[in-house]
């Protein structure tokens, strides 16, 4: 087995390292302070020199402007974004909009490519995904969809509540998940909507446990019959479930990359500290309970590394997502765990210095804790992981 990437990969995620260490994660501070106030600045300014450089949003087909790296380009590319918070942002690789400019070239019309897909990959626009609903809708259930698109002439009308869609307030246009039919299987259709159509309503952003940051704030629509033409129809009616796991498998993976390198570099920082501190006598890395959660750390990085990794070659051998979604399930489940248990890890050993902002893990284990939850909960992955054992659909020794 080869795990090295070929050189002009190898050398692009050099470039991309290099870039994030240098030009980045320096203004981290800068460009959150001047978000929290309303500006971007310094977030556009660093996006000009990616853009300058070659490196802007290299997930995205040469024709769209990126470098047409495929899954496995993006997974090494992204491990180095995602280093620091802003990152992706920065690479204009941030989730929502990566995964929908994806799914576009995939399945959108011409239509819609021009008037959305074109300016969102040039980072014009932004975009969100509406597809979880307040309790009793759909959540980690997607069967429990609540909000309906009914028949209106040749097109459809829509009706129905959304939360948690992440960076709907400044988006310009929604992928909305809606209910067609009572099929539990092909009664879901996903619709292409004007953020400020008609109908649509942003009500809030939800207060949750980590602060707003660029497009990461959680909002909370209504859609009161909201009216959409034939040609808003992404894919084909009924192809909504379908559609939302072609677009989840990749988006799980480029997920997991930027949160391993995030781990990595708390990994990192933690290093730094524990060879300086002395406590008891001794550097706190000489502490063998200190040195048990370093290792810990750094086997569950590896390991998710691989996973993930093995998950990308998957999909580009050709296997199609429902064969990768076990192998993305348990991908997913044990990045998100090892990313909270690193930075929970990270805290301790740096003891009340950790607990204070004067450090950064405190700020990102409020991100990472929805990693958890985000994308499927846990529980949901390791459910899928277990029936395709008892069905034996999994074979762990391939």
């Known amino acids: 087995m080869d795990f090295t990437f070929p050189p002009a990969l190898a050398a692009l995620r050099a470039q991309v390292r290099r870039f994030v260490d240098e030009r980045v994660i320096p203004a981290e501070d800068v460009i959150i302070a001047e978000d929290a106030a309303g500006r971007h600045d310094t977030l556009r300014a660093l ?76 980072g014009e626009i932004t975009s969100a995904f509406c597809m979880t609903e307040p309790a009793p809708g759909a959540g980690a259930d997607p069967t429990n969809l609540r909000t309906r698109a009914e028949r209106d002439g040749d097109g459809w009308r829509i009706t129905g509540r ?19 039919s009572d099929d539990p299987l092909s009664g879901a259709t996903l619709f292409i909507v004007d953020r400020h159509a008609p109908g649509v309503n942003y009500l809030r952003d939800i ?121 993305s399930s348990m991908a997913k489940t044990q990045v998100a765990q090892t990313l909270c248990k690193v930075l929970d890890d990270a805290i301790q050993t740096h003891g009340g210095l950790g607990y204070s902002d004067d450090v950064p893990f405190a700020r990102w284990y409020r991100y990472a804790r929805a990693a958890r939850i985000a994308d499927g909960p846990d529980e949901v992955h390791l459910v899928t992981i277990a029936r395709a054992l008892l069905k034996g659909r999994l074979q762990l020794l391939t």
Request: net charge neutral; glycine share 12%.
């Open 47 to 122: 996006q000009a020199e990616v853009k300058a450089a070659g490196l802007w949003a290299p997930h995205l087909p040469v024709e769209h402007g990126g470098l047409g790296l495929g899954v496995m380009g993006m997974c090494a590319l992204f491990r180095e974004m995602g280093r620091t918070l802003v990152g992706p942002r920065v690479f204009h690789c941030d989730a929502p909009d990566q995964g929908n400019m994806d799914l576009l070239i995939q399945v959108a019309p011409d239509a819609v490519k021009d008037r959305w897909l074109k300016p969102l990959c040039a």
């Open 162 to 180: 959304k939360w948690y869609t992440t960076g709907g307030r400044d988006a310009s246009f929604l992928l909305v998940m809606a209910r067609t």
């Open 207 to 327: 207060p949750v446990m980590a602060e707003p940051l660029l497009a990461h704030r959680e909002g909370e629509l209504s859609f009161d019959g909201v009216r959409v033409g034939p040609e808003d129809v992404l894919g084909g009616e009924g192809w909504g479930f379908a559609l939302a796991q072609q677009r989840l498998v990749p988006a799980r993976l480029t997920h997991c990359m930027r949160w391993l390198g995030l781990a990595d570099r708390a990994l990192q920082l933690s290093t730094e500290h524990l060879n300086r501190r002395v406590s008891f006598g001794r550097r706190l890395g000489e502490h063998q309970l200190v040195q048990l959660k370093l290792a810990e750390g750094a086997m569950a990085v590896h390991a998710g590394d691989l996973m993930t990794l093995r998950c990308a070659w998957m999909l580009e051998q050709g296997l199609d997502h429902q064969e990768v979604k076990v192998w």
